[in-house]
């Protein structure tokens, strides 16, 4: 009973968590402040990899192998209510380029795979049944999409058009997780860049000052390329509220990509209590909470040894009650959203072991 009574309060004190520092003169915005009461959401990796036994792929991969013939979308979002979990972020396209929804901009999508139904809709209508809010995962670099490497005009107005797809078919989305900007990056990296992750840093390389060479290194180019400033208001004309973050990397946790409504920190571990919340912007100071991700799987392989996205066969590891309620208590004193990623089987379910260690956060 006392374990059960501490759960409760965990979860209730983070769903409090946007509470902001008492000597912190910029607030958030109404609308940031709406997300931030969100606390704690599921993140959901779900695409031709999971068919495949990959992380990443290059764009080439078989369609014939996506069919979920158990597809249970209210599975995902039950578990997630009953997680304690205000919000849903689902990959809608990764950097393979494979779309989870019949995008009318490619071939490569659920319309041409033995599924064929649109994945996106069924999960969209489960979160709302439930309760929970919808965020989306876009990966911006694209390894079917040959434009992205040869037209970036063309390959631009790719991305435009699918996100109008995702922003006026969807109905109203809380987030859009932006991702692979670092394909199109290729001034400011300290150390030379891999696909997987950017540039490969230790801990103890980091510092304030490389944080903000590296912005004016994606605000002299990066921003550019991706035409991002572009892109962020056209996102803001279709869905003003929608909140725009784009994931710098584990390499640079918290830094804003501007034009930014919220940092990315991906994998964040350890509570920093020097995090930097306000940051200047068009010429005055805003406050930019931030967004802790990190997934159910501890083992991972090789490439990504800190745990796996997408479901693997082979991979039965799994958080502990005790780790993602130590995750929770970090990202509250940091005022910070929690998004922890569960990876569907391929038959369309989550694995027993995240539903099992899920569902005892707040009734163990």
Known sequence: MRYTFLAVVLILCFSLSAQIPEK?????????????????????????NT??????????????????????????????????????????????????????????????TPYK???????????????????????????????????????????????????????????????????????????????????????????????????QAWRNEGTYRWQMDHLYQYIKQLQPNCMVMNNSTTAYPGVPLHPVDVRSGEKYKEYNPYDQKIWNWLGKEIYLPMQIETTMSVRGNAEFPSGNWFWHANDTSVMSVDQIRNQLEIARKMNANFLLNVGPMSNGKLRPQDVEVLGKLINP
């Open 24 to 48: 912190t003169t910029v607030q958030p915005t109404p609308v940031q402040q709406a997300w931030m009461d969100l606390g704690f959401g599921m993140f959901i990796h779900f695409g031709i």
């Open 51 to 112: 068919y495949y036994d990959k992380e990443w792929s290059d764009g080439t991969l078989d369609l014939k192998a996506f069919n979920p013939k158990e597809l249970d979308t209210d599975q995902w979002c039950a578990t997630a209510k009953a997680a304690g979990m205000k919000y849903i972020v689902i990959v809608t396209k990764h950097h393979d380029g494979f779309c989870l929804w019949p995008t009318k901009y490619t071939k490569y999508s659920v319309k041409y």
């Open 117 to 215: 139904k649109d994945v996106l809709r069924k999960v969209v209508h489960s979160a709302r049944k439930y309760g929970l809010k919808v965020g989306l995962y876009y990966s911006l670099w694209d390894r079917n999409n040959k434009l992205h490497d040869t037209n970036e005009a063309a390959y631009f107005e790719f991305m435009k058009n699918q996100i109008h797809e995702l922003l006026t078919n969807y109905g109203e989305i809380c987030e859009i997780w932006f991702d692979g900007f670092w394909k199109k990056q290729q001034s400011g990296w300290e150390k030379p860049i891999t696909d997987e992750t950017g540039e490969k840093v230790l801990a103890g390389e980091k510092s304030h000052e490389r944080d903000l060479k590296f912005i």
